[in-house]
């Protein structure tokens, strides 16, 4: 009787215990995912802000590439928009292009407008050509979710190498385009994010089958090789720099394939190292596979984990 009292107290310690260690390992998932929630929100919020821009940017390319000439007739100009040129004051051309509409991919829903600026005698081919651009309550919402944002604010635009996308393929084999300047970002729940931008991007490949390396040349204090940095919609300082440059591919929707990005936060001690280009099984994509995922890996005073993560 007494053996069988004990076999019973020492199964109640061992299921006591284990209980125990499962509330250990609950608390430190909740630690975990407390300590990355404001990370996985600005890696998210920065490729949906990206992929807005680069919509904008791709819009004003084709606009300053046909110069303003037969602009609602001409191949690959922007779906659902309308574009005026009429405003020349002294030396400088003003190309306004309103959108009330899906993008041309469909997946976007456009309104608000950009503003496009030039000198009356600057052609957007030439050699280092620069315009300045801005975003007057350019809203975007991702048909998917059904969430938005809006953007405004104002950026320099230059063609670094001169030509444009649509001779890749007939004589030109790279397009360099350099975009640097400061926007706010507004999102669906109210909050908002002030981001200063120094995107480098290289266009290379042929129609249909274009590729987009995307760099980071801008500087702040010890930080270099930064795409974006500034405040996010947590209100913390934040650095973003690519160190391995991110590939988009127009056959992939121009979702990025590979690449590595560091996100840091140092008022938090925290970092995430975004390698993007993985499949559904978590594994790297291959061939001319297209990616569904990311990888995600955090640093938080002195822990770690890592996260795939769906592309937004």
């Known amino acids: 009787m007494k053996s069988k009292k004990l076999i019973q107290l020492s199964f109640i310690l061992i299921v006591l215990l284990g209980f125990s260690i499962t509330g250990c390992k609950k608390d430190n998932l909740n630690q975990g995912s407390t300590d990355t929630s404001s990370m996985l929100q600005l890696t998210a919020d920065e490729i949906n802000v990206e992929n807005a821009m680069d919509d904008a940017v791709k819009d004003a390319e084709a606009v300053m590439s046909f110069?303003?000439?037969?602009?609602?007739?001409?191949?690959?100009?922007?779906?659902?928009?309308?574009?005026?040129?009429?405003?020349?004051?002294?030396?400088?051309?003003?190309?306004?292009?309103?959108?009330?509409?899906?993008?041309?991919?469909?997946?976007?829903?456009?309104?608000?407008?950009?503003?496009?600026?030039?000198?009356?005698?600057?052609?957007?081919?030439?050699?280092?050509?620069?315009?300045?651009?801005?975003?007057?309550?350019?809203?975007?919402?991702?048909?998917?979710?059904?969430?938005?944002?809006?953007?405004?604010?104002?950026?320099?635009?230059?063609?670094?190498?001169?030509?444009?996308?649509?001779?890749?393929?007939?004589?030109?084999?790279?397009?360099?385009?350099?975009?640097?300047?400061?926007?706010?970002?507004?999102?669906?729940?109210?909050?908002?994010?002030?981001?200063?931008?120094?995107?480098?991007?290289?266009?290379?490949?042929?129609?249909?089958?274009?590729?987009?390396?995307v760099d980071g040349f801008g500087s702040a204090g010890e930080y270099t090789n930064l795409v974006t940095w500034g405040i996010n919609r947590k209100d913390e300082v934040f650095y973003t720099q690519i160190t391995q440059s991110v590939v988009h591919k127009e056959l992939c929707s121009w979702d990025p394939v590979s690449g590595i990005k560091i996100h840091q936060i140092p008022s938090a001690n925290k970092s995430v190292t975004i390698t993007f280009g993985y499949d559904s099984n978590n594994q790297p994509v291959t061939g001319d596979e297209c990616p569904t995922k990311y990888r995600f890996d955090w640093q938080r005073n002195g822990d770690s984990g890592t996260i795939y993560m769906l592309l937004p």
Request: hydrophobic fraction near 30%; proline fraction near 1%; glycine fraction near 12%.
């Open 67 to 213: 110069g303003g000439i037969h602009l609602k007739s001409t191949v690959g100009l922007p779906c659902n928009a309308t574009i005026d040129s009429t405003s020349v004051i002294n030396d400088t051309i003003t190309f306004f292009i309103t959108y009330d509409g899906l993008n041309c991919n469909g997946n976007r829903h456009r309104t608000g407008k950009i503003e496009i600026k030039k000198a009356v005698g600057t052609h957007w081919g030439q050699v280092g050509a620069t315009v300045i651009y801005k975003y007057i309550d350019y809203t975007i919402t991702r048909v998917a979710t059904g969430k938005s944002l809006t953007l405004n604010g104002t950026k320099t635009f230059q063609n670094v190498s001169g030509g444009h996308i649509w001779q890749l393929g007939f004589g030109a084999t790279s397009i360099v385009h350099r975009i640097n300047g400061t926007m706010q970002t507004k999102f669906e729940d109210g909050t908002t994010h002030t981001w200063n931008v120094a995107r480098q991007v290289t266009y290379t490949g042929t129609p249909n089958q274009l590729l987009m390396t």
